[in-house]
């Protein structure tokens, strides 16, 4: 009972250890888009700059 005990408490440490890490992921994730997102925007604005320009 005291092996399953120990299983049991690893089992959930690296089960939240790795919740900790996707959370890690999505998060950085979110940021690597938003910023991805505001380029994309001010190259298509450049574009339309310089045909107006024109």
């Not at 690893?10 to 997102?37: H, N, Q, R």
Request: hydrophobic share 70%; net charge positive; glycine share 10%.
């Amino acid at each position: 009972m005291k092996k399953l005990n120990l299983l049991l408490l690893c089992l959930v440490v690296t089960a939240m250890s790795s919740c900790a890490v996707i959370g890690g992921i999505f998060k950085a994730g979110a940021v690597v888009g938003i910023i991805a997102v505001v380029i994309v925007i001010a190259i298509i604005v450049w574009i339309i700059s310089l045909f107006r320009g024109k």
